[in-house]
């Protein structure tokens, strides 16, 4: 047993040198340092870790042979519940979800339930793994968009025997985990890994197909799917409404991060260019916001602010990324919200133009809204400019009206999510749904949980 109130150190990247290049931050645990940490674990009889785990893997019994060092063990025990374990290990917000039910948390630092999952998906992976293709049951299944919820639901029911084809509008498969989370967080060899992992388990991809545009919902079953499961995400990004936003250096988050990550801005001579160093105001607080900051730094900006309208207290980011973010060097600027970007030409339309400056008021926190968290009132007269010339606005997204527009009799609530049943059934026969494009922008993990539960649910439909 490992007494000790504190995780084991995960070795990292120095903060001054990783600042200035893409590669992962965290560098992992060894074989030694992850006996000792899963060595904390007090193996408790009912399981509270488990509860806090949206897939309900069985941690106490995947610590357990960690310590044994039986690590394949402890491997097949977390593929039971988790398909994306390399990823979740990575991105997962722990802090709020197993970790926080862990009974070490209560005097100290909980069990680094995240970081061991980490380590025995990348031990196994390096060990190359061999999947069995299974008999194919006849029958076909759609899967519309590659992130998190469509890989899922691709992947379990390849394993049932559906001969399954992911249909993706982009050039490259993974979702926001290839365009929006950058990879000095989750290297995309990973996210390749599990891809190639699907097409030999016999699941074809089929980039560059937008459905609703190239095909329709109904177009597909015409061609012979059986069932559609609908993992679009929610892709389409949220403004302020403020005078300015349309100035040349104003990007939303999607944008700044897709030209970063996936289509390769940060080299020397890129197809699509992106505002490089300069000084780069970034508003919102959640994980996009932190990854947009710490990707402009990598760009070479000279100062990066954050820009969020509440307090470090009620900052919706991973607790592990805002740590990093403060080590590179980024300033948060707390209890402030934008109220005008200002563009170079004062006197010219304000639609066009550069960037020279962003208006905020500072805030303070009144009673708690709906949400349950303080809300942010703004102080009368408090106005001030921050001296910036690129601003990212990463205050959220919501799912693209597309499908809805295109999928006669398919459901959708006010805020653009498609509407299911508990089964992931949508408003129309033997189409699915799951992910951000039925929550809104969520996590990985629960969109990884929608495939899973849409999976079951069609082969449900499909043989009963
Ligand atoms: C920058 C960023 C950082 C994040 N960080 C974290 C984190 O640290 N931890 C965490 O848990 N979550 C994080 N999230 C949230 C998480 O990534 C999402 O909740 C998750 O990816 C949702 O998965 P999904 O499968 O529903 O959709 P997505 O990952 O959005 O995938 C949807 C896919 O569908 C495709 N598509 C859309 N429309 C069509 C169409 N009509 N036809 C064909 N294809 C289509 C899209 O191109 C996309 O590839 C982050 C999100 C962002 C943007
Ligand atoms: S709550 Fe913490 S200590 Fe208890 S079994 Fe889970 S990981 Fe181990």
Do not use: W
Not at 358 to 387: Q, Y
């Amino acid at each position: 047993m490992n007494m000790s109130n504190k995780k084991t150190p995960m070795r990292m990247q120095d903060p001054a040198q990783r600042a200035k290049n893409f590669d992962e931050v965290a560098l992992g645990y060894s074989e030694e340092e992850a006996v000792s940490e899963a060595q904390r674990c007090l193996s408790c009889k009912n399981k509270p870790c488990v509860s806090g785990c949206p897939v309900g893997i069985d941690i106490p019994a995947f610590l357990k042979k960690i310590k044994e060092r039986a690590f394949d063990e402890a491997y097949e025990i977390v593929t039971r519940s988790s398909s994306l374990p390399a990823v979740c290990g990575r991105v997962c917000p722990q802090e709020t979800q197993c970790e926080k039910e862990c009974v070490r948390g209560k005097k100290g630092e909980p069990v680094a339930i995240g970081r061991l999952e980490r380590f025995v998906a990348d031990r196994a992976a390096a060990k190359k793994v061999k999947t069995e293709r299974p008999a194919p049951n006849g029958k076909a299944v759609a899967v519309v968009g590659s992130g998190p919820s469509g890989l899922t639901a691709a992947g379990d029911l390849a394993r049932k025997g559906y001969a399954v084809t992911v249909f993706e509008a982009l050039h490259v498969a993974g979702g926001v985990l290839v365009y929006g989370i950058p990879e000095f967080r989750l290297p995309k060899a990973i996210v390749r890994r599990e891809i190639e992992n699907l097409k030999s388990l016999g699941v074809k991809i089929e980039t560059n197909v937008v459905i609703g545009k190239t095909l329709t919902v109904d177009e597909l079953f015409e061609r012979g799917f059986s069932a559609v499961f609908l993992g679009t995400g929610a892709g389409l990004p949220n403004f302020m409404g403020i005078e300015g936003e349309g100035l040349c250096g104003v990007y939303s988050a999607n944008e700044f991060l897709t030209r970063s990550n996936l289509m390769q801005a940060y080299k020397e001579q890129p197809e699509t260019p992106i505002m490089k160093g300069g000084r780069v105001a970034v508003v919102g607080g959640g994980n996009v916001a932190m990854d947009a900051a710490r990707t402009a730094l990598r760009l070479g900006a000279e100062k990066v602010y954050i820009v969020y309208r509440r307090s470090m207290e009620e900052l919706p980011a991973r607790r592990e990324e805002v740590e990093h973010a403060v080590e590179e060097g980024i300033e948060f600027r707390l209890l402030c919200n934008p109220t005008k970007i200002l563009g170079v030409e004062e006197k010219a339309d304000p639609k066009f133009g550069f960037v020279r400056g962003m208006e905020c008021v500072k805030m303070t926190l009144g009673a708690p809204d709906e949400s349950g968290r303080r809300r942010p009132v703004p102080m009368e007269g408090s106005e001030f400019i921050l001296d910036v010339d690129t601003v990212v606005i990463a205050i959220g997204t919501s799912p693209n009206p597309l499908l809805k527009d295109t999928t006669a009799g398919l459901q959708t609530d006010r805020r653009g999510g498609i509407v299911v049943d508990e089964r992931g059934l949508t408003s129309r026969e033997n189409v699915f749904a799951g992910g951000d494009a039925v929550t809104g922008a969520a996590t990985v993990i629960s969109a990884m949980g929608a495939g899973k539960l849409a999976a079951r649910s069609i082969d449900q439909a499909l043989f009963s």
